[in-house]
């Protein structure tokens, strides 16, 4: 079940390294007047994640109680944090299905939160993922499975 995991995390991971690619690319931490996600809780959520997946990492490998649940407890604030981004996402998501279309014009600038260029499918395959990886490192860390 660590194993699985891992796979778990790491895919969580590339979609949450797309979304902040995107985030970053399209002006959020630049403009954060502009965005909904103070640029704190962008990266304080890669950060705290990153950190984790480092632990997971080493309890994979080494093994450990102390690090498994190390791990799980890291991923906590990281949900928490994800949570927080998704509640500000969804108002600027619904925004963006209500407005009409138009063309933008030629050389416009984007005035629109950084955040509204998320593509859904990644929004919610990262959130799946997320819970996903959290329930696996709990198991893991009560020892189900061994």
């Known amino acids: 079940m660590d194993v699985a995991a891992l796979i778990a995390w790491i895919l969580t991971a590339g979609g949450g390294f797309f979304m902040l690619g995107?985030?970053?690319?399209?002006?959020?931490?630049?403009?954060?007047?502009?965005?909904?996600?103070?640029?704190?809780?962008?990266?304080?959520?890669?950060?705290?994640?990153?950190?984790?997946?480092?632990?997971?990492?080493?309890?994979?490998?080494?093994?450990?109680?102390?690090?498994?649940?190390?791990?799980?407890?890291?991923?906590?604030?990281?949900?928490?944090?994800?949570?927080a981004m998704l509640a500000r996402w969804i108002p600027t998501y619904r925004a963006r299905a209500t407005a009409p279309v138009a063309a933008p014009a030629v050389g416009a600038a984007d005035t629109g939160p950084a955040e509204r260029h998320f593509p859904v499918a990644v929004v919610g395959v990262h959130g799946l993922l997320a819970v996903t990886t959290l329930v696996l490192v709990l198991l893991t860390a009560l020892g189900v499975g061994n």
């Open 22 to 83: 995107t985030w970053v690319s399209k002006g959020g931490h630049r403009q954060p007047s502009s965005s909904r996600f103070p640029p704190a809780l962008i990266f304080g959520h890669f950060a705290l994640a990153a950190v984790g997946l480092i632990v997971w990492i080493i309890y994979v490998a080494a093994g450990g109680k102390a690090l498994a649940w190390t791990a799980f407890i890291i991923l906590l604030p990281v949900a928490l944090m994800g949570f």
